[in-house]
């Protein structure tokens, strides 16, 4: 299958500082990504639809400013996590769907653990 | 109510068991059905993709879908601890975003 690769796959930060993840398609072209927060033991929830030269289409409840995504090219999406505190420590995965259709599989990155002490 | 239920388990069944992971659903918008298997701190494995009602087959993995009813399996055969992780269902309506269930941690016990 396709293989999105994402990392760093672990980040520990200070209180107020800010956080990029980066999301990759490595061997096709996304024109759309998705990232999702996952607390332990639930399921995953998603964030935005990020895509490509646009801007990205953020979940109810989800604080734009707060989780910043950019979608820059058709195999690389970022989302920064800005002053980041505390409680935005979750594990953080993204994903993208391998081909241009709506329905086509949807593979995911292997994730991202973050810790804001 | 959520669209989509997941047995929650955990679920714990000794080495060769079948094993059967069940969802259903509330939406008959879904037309795409999907099961992943995620392992600890990683993101989830694509193991079955459905499009209509009936059984699919890939190895010792049977997904089974019945429009009618709302209601999705995963069968495991022959159950190897390698297979201990989270399943997590999922499904698509046309605008491709998908709805996950909230996942069944599996333990298969040598």
């Known amino acids: 299958g396709a293989v999105v690769s994402q990392h760093p796959s672990w980040v520990i930060c200070k209180s107020g500082t800010s956080v990029k993840i980066e999301c990759r398609s490595l061997?096709?072209?996304?024109?759309?990504m998705f990232w999702y927060r996952q607390f332990p033991k639930q399921s995953l929830m998603l964030m935005a639809t990020s895509n490509e030269g646009s801007k990205a289409t953020y979940e109810q409840g989800v604080e734009k400013d707060k989780f910043l995504i950019n979608h820059a090219s058709l195999t690389l999406s970022t989302l920064t996590v800005t002053s980041a505190h505390p409680e935005d420590s979750s594990f953080y995965i993204c994903?993208?769907?391998?081909?241009?259709?709506?329905?086509?599989?949807?593979?995911f990155g292997s994730g991202t653990q973050l810790s804001v002490l | 109510q959520k669209e989509v239920e997941q047995d929650p388990g955990p679920l714990s069944v000794p080495e060769g068991a079948i094993v059967s992971l069940n969802c259903t659903y509330s939406n008959s918008a879904f037309q795409y059905f999907m099961w992943y298997r995620q392992y600890s701190r990683k993101g989830p494995e694509l193991l079955m993709y459905?499009?209509?009602?009936g059984n699919k087959e890939d190895g010792r993995f049977t997904a089974q879908v019945d429009k009618s009813s709302k209601y999705i399996s995963l069968f495991i055969r022959d159950s190897q601890p390698s297979d201990s992780a989270t399943y997590l269902c999922a499904m698509d309506t046309n605008a491709g975003k998908s709805t996950f269930g909230d996942g069944t941690t599996l333990t298969v016990k040598p």
């Open positions: 061997d096709f072209q996304a024109t759309t």
């Open positions: 459905t499009y209509s009602s």
């Open positions: 994903s993208a769907r391998d081909g241009g259709g709506r329905n086509e599989k949807l593979f």
